[in-house]
């Protein structure tokens, strides 16, 4: 999926959906080592963790402990979302009407580890980051 990112060139919002434990922090983690972030973080308690190279801005969220997605204005979610970011937002739900529509929307199930992934893609740039997946992988 990383590789369909760069692709792209142009900001793209991600959300990731699931229950606790699915594995929707994993999934970003791995996306965001790929781009050679050797040390990347849970965002549960600061909201948003951001990592930067000469390759990309990647900004993941996690809107769980949110009470009010107006504390989502309160950090600056719009400045997140300048051309080339990508923004990885885990438990969108609790940030509706704050955050930005998602491009795709990856929904994560199971258990153990057997893991369900099902993408949705929202826009034409979405559309086009699930061609590039099915080129790849199908």
């Known amino acids: 999926m990383a590789s369909c990112l760069e ?63 107006e504390e989502l204005e309160y950090i600056g979610i719009r400045e997140y979302s300048d051309h080339g970011n990508i923004q990885l937002i885990e438990w969108p739900k609790f940030g509706k009407g704050a955050i930005p529509k998602a491009d795709i929307i990856i929904t994560i199930s199971g258990n153990d580890n057997y893991r369900d992934m099902l993408f949705n893609a929202n826009t034409e740039k979405g559309s086009r980051l699930l061609q590039c997946l099915e080129l790849q992988y199908f």
């Open 7 to 69: 692709k792209l060139i142009s900001s793209t919002v991600i959300y990731l959906e699931g229950e606790l434990g699915a594995g929707k922090t994993t999934l970003a983690r791995g996306l965001i080592q790929w781009y050679g972030f050797a040390r990347v973080k849970s965002p549960t308690y600061t909201l948003v963790e951001s990592y930067q190279n000469d390759k990309v801005n990647i900004h993941h969220f996690d809107c769980y402990r949110i009470s009010d997605p």
